[in-house]
């Protein structure tokens, strides 16, 4: 079993960049793959990132593709998120996700451990 708790977010500029990161408890964060999440107010939860737990295998939603950079720390248990260029469509409450599997997953039905999510406010 693992734990996630985020931390970050807020609210930013457009063009402004913010940083969300995920901190999982438990030992086996190492063999996990971890995702990130968005839902926007009356909108289904979508795909943000994902990254393999051995960080060799990365994936995006093109909407963030050259602006957002996911990136893990085994040894610090944590994953995160740094969303730069910021768009006021990016505005969503963020949830990271992890789940054992040997590469990434993008639906969100893929994870079974979720984080508490965490709101991205980027103003026009």
């Known amino acids: 079993q693992v734990r996630l708790v985020e931390s970050g977010g807020g609210l930013v500029q457009t063009g402004g960049s913010l940083r969300l990161s995920c901190v999982a408890s438990?030992?086996?964060?190492?063999?996990?793959?971890m995702g990130w999440f968005r839902q926007a107010p009356g909108k289904e939860r979508e795909f943000v990132a994902a990254?393999?737990?051995?960080?060799?295998?990365?994936h995006y939603a093109d909407s963030v593709k050259g602006r957002f950079t996911i990136y893990r720390d085994n040894a610090q248990n944590t994953a995160s998120l740094q969303m730069n260029d910021l768009k006021p469509e990016d505005t969503a409450v963020y949830y990271c996700a992890g789940q054992v599997m040997d590469e990434i997953g993008i639906r969100a039905d893929e994870y079974t451990h979720w984080g508490q999510g965490n709101q991205v406010t980027v103003s026009s």
């Open positions: 438990g030992r086996t964060f190492s063999r996990y793959a």
């Open positions: 990254i393999s737990w051995t960080g060799g295998t990365i």
